[in-house]
């Protein structure tokens, strides 16, 4: 058996991945936890932000609205498109596209995993930075 990662993780253990719709902080990937086959992150919408209609090739994912409102897209959906608020979950199967958006006047926070990890850091690579961990932005924008 491999080195064991952390086990309990605080939000400033880990980097913050930025971008002009909000912020992401991935608190189990392989990186941190030594996960195998799945990661976990907080994501935070700002206010008529979101993520635009995107896919994850071989990549599983489900959403967990904590707090907030907003619609979401996902491809061949009954109906595709959707209002969500806290206590919802969202499936989305591997390579559907799919899409958030805040609709509402505060954050839109989520909790997002996928299966198998790899698609957060295709997200890294596209953030408009990346801050070390120890840094948590103010949320700007509200």
Do not use: C
């Not at 309990?8 to 392989?30: A, R």
């Not at 932000?49 to 994850?56: I, L, S, V």
């Not at 967990?64 to 109906?79: F, I, L």
């Not at 559907?96 to 295709?122: F, S």
């Amino acid at each position: 058996m491999g080195k064991l990662g952390k086990k309990v993780i605080h939000p400033e253990d880990v980097e913050t991945q930025v971008f002009d719709w909000g912020t992401i902080k991935w608190t189990s990937t392989p990186g941190v936890t030594n996960a195998e086959r799945f990661t976990f992150g907080i994501v935070i919408l700002l206010p008529g932000k979101g993520h635009t209609k995107h896919n994850h090739p071989g990549v599983e994912e489900i959403l967990y609205v904590v707090s907030g409102k907003g619609e979401q897209y996902v491809e061949g959906a009954e109906p595709e498109r959707t209002e969500i608020r806290a206590g919802d979950t969202i499936h989305i199967p591997p390579g559907v596209y799919h899409e958030t958006i805040n609709t509402g006047w505060e954050p839109l926070v989520l909790v997002a995993i996928y299966a198998p990890p790899g698609a957060e850091e295709d997200l890294r690579k596209i953030a408009d930075k990346v801050l070390p961990p120890g840094k948590n932005p103010e949320i700007s924008g509200i």
